[in-house]
C-alpha cells in the first residue's frame, strides 16, 4: 500500500470518527402527583386516604400497594419507577427532565406538608441520579418559586439559574459539552389568573432574550414546561392570549427549537405546529407516574428515555416505559416496568421533525379504514395501554386530531365544530335523533290512546 492511499484512509477514519454524532439519552418524569395519605385500606372516594366513616360497604375494597386508577400515587409506585430507571441506560443518560405536579392536589393545603413532601421526592431523585442533572420546572400543585423551593435544588443548578428560579420560577442551562440549551418555562405563569404579573411579563422578556442570544451563539434550544400550549377539550389552562404569544413565539425561533417537552395532560399525545401551513415545530406530551387522571378517564404509570444527538440536540427517538398496575398490584414480586414502544418504530417514521409528525398526525385522520386501526394504535398509546379506557368514537378521534394540529384556541374550535357539521350531513347525528323523534312520537300516541 502506497503511503499516499494509507494517509488518505487514516484521514478517512479520522473524518468518521469526528463526524460520527455522539449518541445519549435523557429521562423524561412528569406528574408523579405523590399523595402520602394514599392507603390500600383507603376509599377510592376520598382519593385512596382512610377514613374513620366503614359504614358503606363496596368502596372499601383492598386496594394496590402500587395505587388505584382512581388515585394518585403512593410513595411504592414511585420508588420502583425510580428504581427501574436506575437499571437502564445509567451511564450514557446526560440529565432528567422533570416537569412538576409533583405533589396530588388533595394531599394537604398546608405549604409545610408540602414541602416536606417535595424535599422527600428530591432526595429520591438525588439517591437515584447521584451523578445527574435533574431539571425540575413547576406544575400546577406545586408551590410558587420561593427561598425554601431553591434550596432544596441547589445541588442541581447554577446560581444564575437559581436567581430567575427564586423570583419566576423559570431557568436556563447550558450544556458544556455541546450547543443545546435547555430552557425551562414556568407555564403557571401563563394562565387567566397569573398572566398579567409582572413575573408573566419578565418571563416573556427573558424568554425572547435567551432565544435571542441563542440565534446569536448557534445554539439548538429544548423548551421544557409543565403544561402545553394547545386547545384540548379536557385542560384549558394556558389563557388565550399567553397561548397566542407562546405560537408566536415557537414560529418565530423555530429553527433553533430542536424540542418541547411537556407533561400534565397524564397522557402520551404530541402536538405540532406550523406557520403558514408549513410544519415547523413540535412538542411531546410525556405521560404521569400517578394512574388517575382528573377529568376522561385514567392511564397506567409511564417513564419516557429520549435518545439524542447529544451535539445538535436533535431528538432520534424515544422509549416509552410503563408499569401494568392491575398486574403489579396482583403480583408478590413487586412492579415490573416495561418497554412500552418506540416512537420512530411503532408508528413508522422516517425521522423526528416537524414534518414527519405532520404525516402522522394526517395519517390518524379517521377517514378511511386503514387510519382507523391506526389510530387505535395511537389511542392505545395515549392511555398508555390501560384497557378500561372511554370508547372513542369517529366525532372523539377527530378532536384529537384537532388537538394535535389546531393550537389556536379559535382553530380548535372551528376543526372540532367542522367535524360535527360534517357528521351530522353524513347522517351521524340521524342516528341519535330517529329514536328520540319515535320515544316522543309514542309519548303522543300513548296520550291518543287514552
Ligand atoms: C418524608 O421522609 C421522612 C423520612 O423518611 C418521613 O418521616 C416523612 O413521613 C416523609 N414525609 C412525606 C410527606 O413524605
Ligand atoms: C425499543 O428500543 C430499545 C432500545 O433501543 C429496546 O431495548 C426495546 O426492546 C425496544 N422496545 C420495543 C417495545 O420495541
Not at 432544596?152 to 459539552?177: C, D, F, M, V
Not at 439548538?220 to 403544561?227: D, F, K, P, Q, S
Not at 389556536?408 to 351521524?428: D, I, M, P, R
Request: aromatic residues 12%; contains cysteine.
Amino acid at each position: 500500500m502506497s503511503t499516499a492511499s494509507l494517509i488518505l484512509m487514516s484521514i478517512c477514519v479520522l473524518l468518521l470518527t469526528c463526524t460520527h454524532a455522539k449518541i445519549g439519552y435523557f429521562w423524561h418524569i412528569t406528574d408523579f402527583h405523590y399523595d402520602p395519605l394514599y392507603s390500600p385500606q383507603g376509599d377510592t372516594r376520598k382519593h385512596c386516604h382512610r377514613t374513620d366513616d366503614r359504614g358503606s360497604s363496596g368502596h372499601h375494597r383492598s386496594l394496590g400497594r402500587f395505587g388505584d386508577y382512581a388515585c394518585d400515587s403512593p410513595l411504592e409506585l414511585i420508588v420502583s419507577a425510580l428504581r427501574y430507571m436506575r437499571t437502564r441506560h445509567s451511564e450514557n443518560v446526560e440529565f432528567v427532565l422533570w416537569t412538576g405536579g409533583i405533589i396530588a392536589s388533595r394531599y394537604s393545603g398546608k405549604d409545610v406538608d408540602r414541602y416536606q413532601a417535595i424535599r422527600n421526592m428530591t432526595e429520591l431523585l438525588r439517591m437515584t441520579f447521584s451523578s445527574h442533572f435533574v431539571f425540575p420546572v413547576l406544575g400546577y400543585t406545586d408551590p410558587a418559586p420561593s427561598e425554601t423551593l431553591t434550596n432544596l435544588w441547589s445541588h442541581w443548578l447554577p446560581l444564575e439559574a437559581l436567581q430567575t428560579l427564586k423570583n419566576g420560577g423559570y431557568y436556563t442551562i447550558e450544556q458544556t459539552q455541546s450547543k443545546l440549551r435547555i430552557v425551562a418555562l414556568n407555564t403557571n405563569l401563563f394562565t387567566v389568573r397569573e398572566q398579567n404579573t409582572v413575573h408573566a411579563r419578565r418571563q416573556w422578556e427573558w424568554l425572547d432574550s435567551v432565544l435571542e442570544k441563542s440565534i446569536a451563539n448557534k445554539e439548538m434550544v429544548y423548551i421544557v414546561g409543565h403544561a402545553a400550549p394547545g386547545s384540548d377539550s379536557r385542560h384549558n389552562s394556558i389563557s388565550a392570549e399567553a397561548n397566542e404569544k407562546y405560537l408566536r413565539t415557537v414560529r418565530r425561533y423555530a429553527r433553533i427549537i430542536a424540542g418541547q417537552f411537556f407533561g400534565h395532560l397524564h397522557a402520551d399525545t404530541f402536538r405540532v405546529m406550523y406557520d403558514k401551513e408549513q410544519p415547523v415545530s413540535w412538542a411531546f406530551l410525556a405521560p404521569s407516574i400517578s394512574p388517575h387522571r382528573e377529568q376522561g378517564g385514567s392511564t397506567n404509570p409511564g417513564l419516557r428515555l429520549y435518545k439524542f444527538d447529544t451535539d445538535s440536540g436533535k431528538v432520534l427517538d424515544y422509549t416509552q416505559f410503563y408499569l401494568d398496575l392491575v398486574a403489579a398490584n396482583r403480583a408478590d414480586s413487586g412492579a415490573e416496568w416495561v418497554a412500552e414502544y418506540n416512537l420512530t418504530q411503532y408508528y413508522g417514521l422516517r425521522d423526528v421533525s416537524a414534518e414527519s409528525l405532520h404525516g402522522l398526525a394526517e395519517k390518524l385522520r379517521t377517514n378511511t379504514p386503514h387510519d382507523a386501526t391506526f389510530f387505535s394504535r395511537y389511542l392505545r398509546a395515549y392511555n398508555v395501554k390501560y384497557e378500561y379506557a372511554d370508547n372513542c368514537d369517529g366525532a372523539c378521534a377527530h378532536q384529537h386530531y384537532c388537538a394535535i394540529t389546531c393550537l389556536e384556541h379559535v382553530a380548535y374550535q372551528q376543526c372540532v365544530e367542522a367535524t360535527a357539521s360534517a357528521l351530522a350531513a353524513s347522517g351521524g347525528s340521524a342516528t341519535l335523533i330517529a329514536p328520540l323523534v319515535a320515544i316522543v312520537l309514542a309519548f303522543i300516541a300513548s296520550f291518543i290512546v287514552i
